[in-house]
T-cell receptor
Framework: DQQVKQNSPSLSVQEGRISILNCDYT??????FLWYKKYPAEGPTFLIS?????DKNEDGRFTVFLNKSAKHLSLHIVPSQPGDSAVYFC??????????????FGQGTILTVHP | EAGVAQSPRYKIIEKRQSVAFWCNPI?????LYWYQQILGQGPKLLIQ????????DSQLPKDRFSAERLKGVDSTLKIQPAKLEDSAVYLC??????????????FGPGTRLTVL
């Protein structure tokens, strides 16, 4: 049962353009969402998060949007840079419940930004 | 601040052999996690410790996997005996907060295990 899904295995964009990575979830108990970035041979690094009480969170070039009714979130990177090329994982948590903050990850999307 | 340390970085074993992985979390982090990441998939939580107690091991295959976190700091994950399907990257993560709440986790570089 895949509770967090990233349906696009890969995305290719031109430097300077916008990258939009999408994530869908099925568990309505999730109330905290995170994006992680992963380079080859390294562990995932935290990028940005959003609580379910918000619909948008912005940090520099990165913005996460949350649509609770659609159970959908997206990560926007503007402008995209070649150094953003990595695997991006969406993760969700029932932070306010009894799951001890357990993260459920999507399958990941490989982003390639071309110079 | 030093990050999460893991060793070894790579390990190749034959099926039915045993293997152990070590993790040293960020100093002061109360919660420690072990994840399994199979190629093409996202990390899957195997076990979660708060200090030296287990809070979630529901997805740990307990017939072959075991983990401990002595003294609430370092942790080891063991597989005995290994199967071909255990080939994956094993990630260790830690977080400052106690289990629960808004929980940003910091990951180590992982151990890539290949079972032949």
């Amino acid at each position: 049962d895949q509770q967090v899904k990233q349906n696009s295995p890969s995305l290719s964009v031109q430097e300077g353009r916008i990258s939009i990575l999408n994530c869908d979830y099925t568990n309505s108990m999730f109330d905290y969402f995170l994006w992680y970035k992963k380079y080859p041979a390294e562990g995932p690094t935290f990028l940005i998060s959003i609580s379910s009480i918000k619909d948008k969170n912005e940090d520099g070039r990165f913005t996460v949007f949350l649509n609770k009714s659609a159970k959908h979130l997206s990560l926007h990177i503007v402008p995209s840079q070649p150094g953003d090329s990595a695997v991006y994982f969406c993760a969700a948590s029932n932070a306010g419940g009894t799951s001890y903050g357990k993260l459920t990850f999507g399958q990941g999307t490989i982003l390639t930004v071309h110079p | 601040e030093a990050g999460v340390a893991q060793s070894p970085r790579y390990k190749i074993i034959e099926k039915r052999q045993s293997v152990a992985f070590w993790c040293n979390p960020i100093s002061g982090h109360a919660t420690l996690y072990w994840y399994q990441q199979i190629l093409g998939q996202g990390p899957k939580l195997l076990i979660q410790f708060q200090n030296n107690g287990v809070v979630d091991d529901s997805q740990l295959p307990k017939d072959r996997f075991s983990a401990e976190r002595l003294k609430g700091v370092d942790s080891t994950l063991k597989i005995q005996p290994a199967k071909l399907e255990d080939s994956a990257v094993y990630l260790c993560a830690s977080s400052y907060r106690l289990a629960g709440g808004y929980n940003e986790q910091f990951f180590g570089p992982g151990t890539r295990l290949t079972v032949l």
